[in-house]
């Protein structure tokens, strides 16, 4: 199983609240699920409880908090990736990387 946020990437991530003030913030990570067609940029990352913060596009638009964890688990019950890193992504702001 992909391993979302190995610790070299959740480095580059700024902690949870540290972006809430920027009105374009730099996604550092894009999740992305080839199952439901979701994608998740994430902006913010705690990685002591593996909750993120950033723009989910998915039945709508919405900034919110999910749990990167939860996602691992998943990958992990099903036996194969539900969600998955995009390994070619470069970090950008959220402007420049929506769909």
Not at 17 to 41: I, K
Not at 69 to 86: F, I, K, Q, T, Y
Request: proline share 7%; charged share 25%.
């Amino acid at each position: 199983m992909q391993e979302l946020m190995p610790k070299g990437v959740a480095a580059t991530v700024p902690p949870l609240y540290a972006t809430e003030e920027d009105g374009d913030p730099v996604v550092r990570v894009r999740l992305f699920s080839c199952v439901n067609g979701w994608t998740w940029y994430v902006t913010e990352y705690d990685p002591a409880t593996g909750e993120a913060f950033g723009l989910v596009e998915g039945f709508a638009n919405e900034w919110g908090y999910f749990s990167i964890r939860e996602m691992e688990a998943a990958n992990r019950s099903h036996g194969l990736n539900v969600v998955e890193r995009d390994l070619l992504f470069e970090p950008a702001p959220v402007s420049k990387v929506r769909r």
